[in-house]
């Protein structure tokens, strides 16, 4: 299990958010803007993947992910 700040996946809030994977704590991280910054959340969901801000966030989160300590 590991646990990341709405901030360290992109976000504007210190909301921490738990998941055991990577596919989880971005679906956990989805709901959480859909929730908390509607704006926010429609903003990524009609952005292209291949968008350069999309695969810029992707290799963040990817490392932000890969060093986060496992609880």
């Given at each position: ?58 290799k963040t ?11």
């Amino acid at each position: 299990m590991k646990t990341l700040t709405c901030a360290q996946l992109g976000g504007m809030c210190d909301t921490k958010l738990s998941a055991p994977s990577k596919e989880e704590m971005l679906a956990k991280g989805m709901e959480h803007l859909k929730v908390a910054h509607p704006e926010m959340y429609q903003t990524v969901t009609t952005m292209a993947k291949d968008n350069p801000m999309m695969v810029e966030w992707q290799k963040t989160f990817d490392t932000t992910w890969d060093t986060a300590p496992v609880e």
